[in-house]
Protein backbone atom coordinates (compact mmCIF):
# COMPACT_ATOMS: atom_id res chain seq x y z
CA UNK A 1 0.00 0.00 0.00
CA UNK A 2 1.33 3.38 -0.92
CA UNK A 3 2.43 5.53 1.85
CA UNK A 4 0.04 8.82 1.50
CA UNK A 5 1.86 12.36 1.12
CA UNK A 6 0.29 13.24 3.93
CA UNK A 7 -0.81 11.96 7.41
CA UNK A 8 -2.95 13.54 10.58
CA UNK A 9 -2.71 11.46 13.69
CA UNK A 10 -5.52 12.57 16.83
CA UNK A 11 -4.42 16.14 15.89
CA UNK A 12 -5.52 18.94 18.24
CA UNK A 13 -4.72 22.73 18.66
CA UNK A 14 -6.07 24.45 21.81
CA UNK A 15 -6.26 28.28 22.45
CA UNK A 16 -6.12 29.51 26.00
CA UNK A 17 -8.68 31.98 27.20
CA UNK A 18 -6.89 34.43 29.21
CA UNK A 19 -8.82 37.03 31.41
CA UNK A 20 -8.25 39.40 34.28
CA UNK A 21 -5.62 41.61 35.57
CA UNK A 22 -3.37 38.38 35.76
CA UNK A 23 -3.98 36.74 32.45
CA UNK A 24 -4.83 33.81 34.24
CA UNK A 25 -6.90 31.11 32.07
CA UNK A 26 -10.08 30.72 32.45
CA UNK A 27 -11.09 28.32 29.35
CA UNK A 28 -9.65 26.56 26.20
CA UNK A 29 -11.10 26.83 22.72
CA UNK A 30 -10.93 23.62 21.32
CA UNK A 31 -10.34 24.75 17.74
CA UNK A 32 -8.84 21.49 16.02
CA UNK A 33 -9.87 18.23 18.71
CA UNK A 34 -8.61 14.58 17.80
CA UNK A 35 -8.82 15.11 13.99
CA UNK A 36 -6.99 12.23 11.72
CA UNK A 37 -7.34 11.41 7.89
CA UNK A 38 -4.35 10.67 5.09
CA UNK A 39 -3.73 12.45 1.92
CA UNK A 40 -3.16 10.25 -0.88
CA UNK A 41 -0.52 11.07 -3.40
CA UNK A 42 -1.73 13.43 -6.55
CA UNK A 43 -5.66 13.18 -4.56
CA UNK A 44 -7.68 16.07 -3.25
CA UNK A 45 -9.33 15.53 -0.28
CA UNK A 46 -12.18 18.43 0.47
CA UNK A 47 -13.03 19.51 4.03
CA UNK A 48 -16.18 21.19 4.29
CA UNK A 49 -18.02 21.88 7.00
CA UNK A 50 -19.39 25.60 8.64
CA UNK A 51 -17.85 28.44 9.85
CA UNK A 52 -16.04 27.89 13.02
CA UNK A 53 -16.10 24.01 12.24
CA UNK A 54 -11.66 24.35 12.22
CA UNK A 55 -10.99 23.87 8.86
CA UNK A 56 -8.88 26.77 8.14
CA UNK A 57 -6.95 26.16 12.17
CA UNK A 58 -6.05 22.70 10.91
CA UNK A 59 -4.83 24.26 7.53
CA UNK A 60 -2.22 26.25 9.03
CA UNK A 61 -1.25 23.89 11.53
CA UNK A 62 -0.38 21.73 8.27
CA UNK A 63 1.78 24.39 7.06
CA UNK A 64 3.55 25.34 10.18
CA UNK A 65 1.95 28.59 10.33
CA UNK A 66 0.41 27.51 13.89
CA UNK A 67 1.99 24.60 16.22
CA UNK A 68 -0.28 21.61 17.39
CA UNK A 69 -1.29 21.05 21.09
CA UNK A 70 -0.90 17.06 20.51
CA UNK A 71 -1.12 14.70 17.69
CA UNK A 72 1.19 14.46 14.41
CA UNK A 73 1.60 16.00 10.83
CA UNK A 74 3.52 13.13 9.03
CA UNK A 75 4.41 14.63 5.32
CA UNK A 76 6.01 12.23 3.38
CA UNK A 77 6.27 10.11 6.60
CA UNK A 78 8.33 12.47 8.23
CA UNK A 79 7.11 14.16 11.95
CA UNK A 80 7.58 17.39 11.42
CA UNK A 81 7.29 17.75 15.49
CA UNK A 82 10.69 15.71 15.34
CA UNK A 83 12.34 17.86 13.11
CA UNK A 84 15.06 20.23 14.25
CA UNK A 85 14.11 23.55 12.79
CA UNK A 86 16.11 23.26 10.00
CA UNK A 87 14.87 19.86 9.03
CA UNK A 88 11.25 21.94 9.04
CA UNK A 89 12.18 24.21 7.22
CA UNK A 90 13.23 21.78 4.60
CA UNK A 91 10.28 19.95 4.88
CA UNK A 92 7.86 22.95 4.60
CA UNK A 93 8.89 23.22 0.87
CA UNK A 94 6.62 20.29 0.40
CA UNK A 95 3.89 21.85 1.85
CA UNK A 96 2.84 24.99 0.47
CA UNK A 97 -0.74 27.05 1.18
CA UNK A 98 -2.86 29.41 -0.92
CA UNK A 99 -4.72 31.69 0.81
CA UNK A 100 -8.73 32.69 0.95
CA UNK A 101 -8.30 36.26 0.16
CA UNK A 102 -6.19 37.29 -2.89
CA UNK A 103 -6.33 40.44 -1.82
CA UNK A 104 -5.02 40.78 1.63
CA UNK A 105 -2.45 37.68 0.96
CA UNK A 106 0.19 39.78 -1.58
CA UNK A 107 2.13 42.20 0.37
CA UNK A 108 0.58 45.90 -1.72
CA UNK A 109 4.17 47.36 -1.69
CA UNK A 110 6.08 44.60 -3.35
CA UNK A 111 6.06 43.69 -7.41
CA UNK A 112 5.09 40.59 -8.74
CA UNK A 113 8.80 39.63 -9.38
CA UNK A 114 9.25 40.38 -5.95
CA UNK A 115 6.19 38.57 -4.41
CA UNK A 116 6.69 35.16 -6.31
CA UNK A 117 10.19 35.25 -6.17
CA UNK A 118 10.21 35.33 -2.30
CA UNK A 119 10.05 31.43 -1.61
CA UNK A 120 13.69 31.02 -3.14
CA UNK A 121 15.15 34.20 -1.29
CA UNK A 122 13.88 32.52 2.16
CA UNK A 123 14.44 29.26 1.53
CA UNK A 124 18.32 30.12 -0.44
CA UNK A 125 17.70 28.22 -3.58
CA UNK A 126 19.27 29.41 -6.62
CA UNK A 127 16.96 28.67 -9.91
CA UNK A 128 18.49 27.13 -12.90
CA UNK A 129 18.76 30.22 -15.13
CA UNK A 130 18.42 32.76 -12.60
CA UNK A 131 15.22 34.10 -10.51
CA UNK A 132 13.64 36.62 -12.99
CA UNK A 133 13.31 33.53 -15.29
CA UNK A 134 12.19 31.18 -12.72
CA UNK A 135 9.08 33.89 -12.14
CA UNK A 136 8.52 34.22 -15.60
CA UNK A 137 8.03 30.55 -15.97
CA UNK A 138 5.87 30.18 -12.39
CA UNK A 139 3.93 32.60 -14.33
CA UNK A 140 3.61 31.16 -17.31
CA UNK A 141 2.25 28.00 -16.04
CA UNK A 142 -0.51 29.50 -13.85
CA UNK A 143 -1.87 31.48 -17.50
CA UNK A 144 0.16 35.14 -16.45
CA UNK A 145 2.59 36.75 -19.15
CA UNK A 146 5.82 36.80 -18.13
CA UNK A 147 5.91 41.02 -18.58
CA UNK A 148 3.48 40.93 -15.38
CA UNK A 149 6.77 40.42 -13.20
CA UNK A 150 6.86 44.13 -13.31
CA UNK A 151 3.23 44.67 -12.13
CA UNK A 152 2.11 45.50 -8.16
CA UNK A 153 -1.15 43.68 -6.80
CA UNK A 154 -3.36 46.63 -7.36
CA UNK A 155 -2.78 46.34 -11.12
CA UNK A 156 -4.57 43.01 -11.50
CA UNK A 157 -7.88 41.66 -11.10
CA UNK A 158 -8.88 39.31 -8.29
CA UNK A 159 -8.64 36.23 -9.97
CA UNK A 160 -5.52 37.24 -11.38
CA UNK A 161 -4.16 37.91 -7.87
CA UNK A 162 -5.47 34.71 -6.92
CA UNK A 163 -2.74 33.36 -9.91
CA UNK A 164 -0.03 34.85 -8.72
CA UNK A 165 -0.83 33.55 -4.94
CA UNK A 166 -0.65 30.18 -6.96
CA UNK A 167 2.68 30.52 -8.75
CA UNK A 168 3.99 31.75 -5.15
CA UNK A 169 2.70 28.62 -3.97
CA UNK A 170 4.43 26.27 -6.46
CA UNK A 171 7.75 28.16 -6.52
CA UNK A 172 9.45 25.33 -4.37
CA UNK A 173 7.92 22.53 -6.12
CA UNK A 174 5.51 21.68 -3.23
CA UNK A 175 4.05 18.01 -3.43
CA UNK A 176 1.21 19.66 -1.36
CA UNK A 177 -1.16 22.33 -1.19
CA UNK A 178 -3.48 23.37 0.90
CA UNK A 179 -6.00 25.36 -0.11
CA UNK A 180 -7.57 27.89 2.27
CA UNK A 181 -10.88 28.47 -0.11
CA UNK A 182 -8.79 29.53 -3.37
CA UNK A 183 -12.00 30.90 -4.88
CA UNK A 184 -14.54 31.89 -1.88
CA UNK A 185 -13.73 35.50 -3.10
CA UNK A 186 -13.59 35.51 -6.92
CA UNK A 187 -16.70 35.94 -9.35
CA UNK A 188 -18.50 32.60 -9.97
CA UNK A 189 -17.00 32.34 -13.74
CA UNK A 190 -13.35 33.27 -12.53
CA UNK A 191 -13.50 30.47 -10.14
CA UNK A 192 -14.38 28.09 -12.75
CA UNK A 193 -11.17 28.98 -14.17
CA UNK A 194 -9.13 29.13 -11.10
CA UNK A 195 -10.40 25.64 -10.47
CA UNK A 196 -9.30 24.54 -14.12
CA UNK A 197 -6.01 25.69 -13.35
CA UNK A 198 -6.11 23.65 -10.19
CA UNK A 199 -6.59 20.82 -11.97
CA UNK A 200 -4.56 21.05 -14.59
CA UNK A 201 -1.62 21.72 -12.62
CA UNK A 202 -2.44 18.50 -10.34
CA UNK A 203 -2.48 16.47 -13.88
CA UNK A 204 1.06 18.24 -15.12
CA UNK A 205 2.68 18.09 -11.62
CA UNK A 206 1.07 15.41 -9.80
CA UNK A 207 0.02 17.62 -6.84
CA UNK A 208 -1.69 16.49 -3.88
CA UNK A 209 -4.47 18.89 -2.35
CA UNK A 210 -5.83 19.65 0.47
CA UNK A 211 -9.04 21.59 -0.82
CA UNK A 212 -11.05 23.84 2.25
CA UNK A 213 -14.46 25.21 0.53
CA UNK A 214 -17.47 25.92 1.86
CA UNK A 215 -19.48 25.23 -2.09
CA UNK A 216 -20.07 22.22 -1.75
CA UNK A 217 -20.30 21.93 -5.54
CA UNK A 218 -16.98 23.29 -6.28
CA UNK A 219 -15.89 20.27 -3.73
CA UNK A 220 -17.73 17.74 -5.32
CA UNK A 221 -15.68 18.83 -8.96
CA UNK A 222 -12.75 18.69 -7.59
CA UNK A 223 -12.26 16.13 -4.71
CA UNK A 224 -11.53 12.80 -4.86
CA UNK A 225 -12.57 12.24 -1.20
CA UNK A 226 -14.51 14.50 1.58
CA UNK A 227 -14.10 15.35 5.34
CA UNK A 228 -16.81 16.73 7.22
CA UNK A 229 -15.76 19.25 9.87
CA UNK A 230 -18.20 20.29 13.11
CA UNK A 231 -17.01 22.06 16.08
CA UNK A 232 -13.11 20.55 15.48
CA UNK A 233 -13.69 17.25 14.61
CA UNK A 234 -14.58 15.16 11.67
CA UNK A 235 -17.87 13.56 11.82
CA UNK A 236 -17.82 12.14 7.95
CA UNK A 237 -15.38 11.19 5.54
CA UNK A 238 -15.13 8.91 2.46
CA UNK A 239 -14.96 8.78 -1.34
CA UNK A 240 -16.54 12.19 -3.06
CA UNK A 241 -19.69 9.71 -4.53
CA UNK A 242 -20.00 7.66 -1.49
CA UNK A 243 -20.14 10.80 0.72
CA UNK A 244 -22.37 12.99 -2.08
CA UNK A 245 -24.64 9.88 -2.87
CA UNK A 246 -25.29 8.46 0.40
CA UNK A 247 -24.27 10.34 2.98
CA UNK A 248 -24.72 9.03 6.46
CA UNK A 249 -23.87 11.72 9.13
CA UNK A 250 -27.41 13.78 9.91
CA UNK A 251 -24.88 16.89 9.63
CA UNK A 252 -23.87 15.69 6.14
CA UNK A 253 -27.16 15.48 4.86
CA UNK A 254 -28.29 18.60 6.15
CA UNK A 255 -25.43 20.45 4.57
CA UNK A 256 -26.54 18.77 0.74
CA UNK A 257 -29.97 19.63 1.92
CA UNK A 258 -28.98 23.13 2.08
CA UNK A 259 -27.56 22.60 -1.85
CA UNK A 260 -29.36 24.84 -4.36
CA UNK A 261 -30.83 23.12 -7.41
CA UNK A 262 -29.49 25.39 -10.59
CA UNK A 263 -32.12 23.73 -12.93
CA UNK A 264 -35.49 25.33 -12.57
CA UNK A 265 -37.38 22.63 -14.81
CA UNK A 266 -35.98 20.03 -12.01
CA UNK A 267 -37.93 20.11 -8.49
CA UNK A 268 -37.18 17.58 -5.42
CA UNK A 269 -40.65 15.32 -4.69
CA UNK A 270 -39.49 14.09 -1.58
CA UNK A 271 -36.57 15.98 -0.02
CA UNK A 272 -37.98 19.24 2.47
CA UNK A 273 -34.81 20.79 3.11
CA UNK A 274 -33.31 20.06 6.55
CA UNK A 275 -33.38 23.15 8.59
CA UNK A 276 -30.78 23.15 11.68
CA UNK A 277 -32.04 25.35 14.32
CA UNK A 278 -29.40 27.59 16.57
CA UNK A 279 -25.63 27.94 16.13
CA UNK A 280 -23.22 25.80 16.84
CA UNK A 281 -22.12 25.49 20.03
CA UNK A 282 -19.02 27.01 21.50
CA UNK A 283 -15.68 25.31 21.33
CA UNK A 284 -15.20 26.35 24.57
CA UNK A 285 -17.69 24.57 26.26
CA UNK A 286 -19.05 21.87 23.54
CA UNK A 287 -21.64 19.80 24.91
CA UNK A 288 -21.17 16.17 26.23
CA UNK A 289 -21.10 13.56 24.15
CA UNK A 290 -21.81 14.34 20.15
CA UNK A 291 -21.28 17.43 19.69
CA UNK A 292 -24.08 18.13 17.02
CA UNK A 293 -26.98 16.28 19.21
CA UNK A 294 -28.09 20.17 20.40
CA UNK A 295 -29.21 20.80 16.71
CA UNK A 296 -29.71 17.36 15.47
CA UNK A 297 -32.89 16.45 13.22
CA UNK A 298 -32.41 12.50 13.96
CA UNK A 299 -31.90 12.41 17.59
CA UNK A 300 -34.80 14.72 18.04
CA UNK A 301 -36.88 12.48 16.00
CA UNK A 302 -35.53 9.36 17.80
CA UNK A 303 -35.69 10.71 21.11
CA UNK A 304 -39.89 11.59 20.10
CA UNK A 305 -39.73 7.48 20.02
CA UNK A 306 -38.81 6.78 23.01
CA UNK A 307 -34.45 6.86 23.21
CA UNK A 308 -34.17 5.29 18.87
CA UNK A 309 -34.20 1.53 21.20
CA UNK A 310 -37.30 0.22 19.77
CA UNK A 311 -39.68 1.14 16.42
CA UNK A 312 -43.17 1.61 15.50
CA UNK A 313 -43.79 -1.96 15.77
CA UNK A 314 -41.65 -2.78 19.15
CA UNK A 315 -38.61 -4.41 17.57
CA UNK A 316 -35.02 -3.15 17.81
CA UNK A 317 -33.17 -0.64 15.96
CA UNK A 318 -29.83 -1.07 15.55
CA UNK A 319 -27.36 1.91 15.44
CA UNK A 320 -26.42 2.55 11.55
CA UNK A 321 -29.48 0.98 10.21
CA UNK A 322 -33.32 1.92 10.30
CA UNK A 323 -35.16 -1.29 11.29
CA UNK A 324 -36.69 -2.25 8.10
CA UNK A 325 -32.81 -3.23 6.96
CA UNK A 326 -33.36 0.02 4.00
CA UNK A 327 -31.67 3.28 4.01
CA UNK A 328 -33.56 6.16 5.51
CA UNK A 329 -34.83 8.54 2.89
CA UNK A 330 -34.40 11.79 3.06
CA UNK A 331 -37.70 12.78 3.97
CA UNK A 332 -38.56 10.27 6.10
CA UNK A 333 -38.15 9.37 9.68
CA UNK A 334 -34.84 11.60 10.41
CA UNK A 335 -36.26 14.32 8.45
CA UNK A 336 -37.90 17.40 10.70
CA UNK A 337 -41.41 17.58 9.16
CA UNK A 338 -42.34 14.03 9.28
CA UNK A 339 -44.19 11.92 10.89
CA UNK A 340 -43.17 9.98 14.24
CA UNK A 341 -44.61 6.81 15.10
CA UNK A 342 -47.37 8.34 17.96
CA UNK A 343 -48.69 9.72 14.34
CA UNK A 344 -47.30 13.53 15.73
CA UNK A 345 -45.35 15.69 13.08
CA UNK A 346 -41.28 16.93 14.33
CA UNK A 347 -40.58 20.17 13.22
CA UNK A 348 -37.46 22.45 12.73
CA UNK A 349 -38.47 24.26 15.23
CA UNK A 350 -38.95 21.93 18.09
CA UNK A 351 -39.62 23.56 21.37
CA UNK A 352 -36.54 23.55 23.81
CA UNK A 353 -37.96 21.08 26.15
CA UNK A 354 -38.48 18.54 23.29
CA UNK A 355 -34.90 18.91 21.37
CA UNK A 356 -33.55 18.17 24.98
CA UNK A 357 -35.14 14.79 24.85
CA UNK A 358 -32.54 12.87 22.66
CA UNK A 359 -31.60 9.55 22.94
CA UNK A 360 -29.05 8.68 25.62
CA UNK A 361 -26.06 7.44 23.70
CA UNK A 362 -25.67 10.96 21.70
CA UNK A 363 -24.97 13.17 25.18
CA UNK A 364 -23.69 10.21 26.73
CA UNK A 365 -20.22 9.34 24.69
CA UNK A 366 -18.73 11.21 22.03
CA UNK A 367 -18.60 9.01 19.05
CA UNK A 368 -16.10 7.87 16.85
CA UNK A 369 -15.58 7.68 13.20
CA UNK A 370 -16.41 4.19 11.83
CA UNK A 371 -18.03 2.24 9.02
CA UNK A 372 -21.78 2.05 8.28
CA UNK A 373 -23.11 -1.83 8.40
CA UNK A 374 -22.36 -3.28 4.71
CA UNK A 375 -19.90 -0.61 3.30
CA UNK A 376 -16.56 -1.85 4.00
CA UNK A 377 -13.00 -1.54 2.52
CA UNK A 378 -13.27 -0.95 -1.12
CA UNK A 379 -12.97 -3.90 -3.64
CA UNK A 380 -9.60 -4.11 -5.46
CA UNK A 381 -9.52 -2.28 -8.58
CA UNK A 382 -11.80 0.70 -6.87
CA UNK A 383 -10.46 4.35 -7.40
CA UNK A 384 -9.64 4.98 -3.84
CA UNK A 385 -7.58 1.92 -2.99
CA UNK A 386 -4.57 3.61 -3.13
CA UNK A 387 -5.52 6.65 -0.34
CA UNK A 388 -6.43 3.78 1.98
CA UNK A 389 -3.77 2.73 3.91
CA UNK A 390 -4.52 -0.91 5.80
CA UNK A 391 -7.79 -1.42 4.51
CA UNK A 392 -9.34 1.56 5.92
CA UNK A 393 -12.78 1.79 5.25
CA UNK A 394 -13.75 3.94 2.24
CA UNK A 395 -16.69 5.89 4.22
CA UNK A 396 -16.61 6.65 8.14
CA UNK A 397 -19.21 8.47 10.06
CA UNK A 398 -19.01 9.37 13.65
CA UNK A 399 -22.27 9.22 14.91
CA UNK A 400 -24.31 6.82 16.87
CA UNK A 401 -27.24 6.18 14.83
CA UNK A 402 -25.93 6.66 11.30
CA UNK A 403 -28.17 6.21 8.79
CA UNK A 404 -27.89 6.25 4.52
CA UNK A 405 -29.21 9.28 2.92
CA UNK A 406 -30.43 8.14 -0.75
CA UNK A 407 -30.30 10.47 -3.28
CA UNK A 408 -34.22 11.96 -3.54
CA UNK A 409 -36.63 11.24 -6.54
CA UNK A 410 -36.41 13.99 -9.63
CA UNK A 411 -39.53 14.30 -12.01
CA UNK A 412 -39.89 16.92 -14.48
CA UNK A 413 -42.30 18.97 -13.83
Known amino acids: MAEPALEVRDLVKHYPVRRGLLRRTAGTVKAVDGVSFGLGRGRTLGLVGESGSGKSTLARVLVGIETPTSGQVLVEGEDMARLSRAGRKQLRREVQMVFQDPYTS???????????????????????????????????????????????????????????????????????????????????SVQGQVI?????????????????????????????????????????????????????????????????EPDPAVRLTDSPAITLEGEPPSPIDPPPGCAFHTRCPLARTLGSKGDGETDRDGGAVS???????????????????????????????????????????????????????????????????????????????????????????????
Open 106 to 188: LNPRMSVQEIVGEPFAIHGVAPAGGRRAAVGELLELVGLEPAHANRYPHQFSGGQRQRVGIARALALRPRILVCDEPVSALDV
Open 319 to 413: AGMPADGGAARAGTGAVPGRATAAGGAVSAGVPADVARNVPEPCTGSTPVLRPHDGNDAGQPGSRDDDARAGGEPAHLAACHFARTLRAPARVEP
Open 196 to 260: NLLEDLQDELGLSYLFVAHDLGVVRHIAHDVAVMYLGRVVERGRETDVYDGALHPYTQALLSAVP
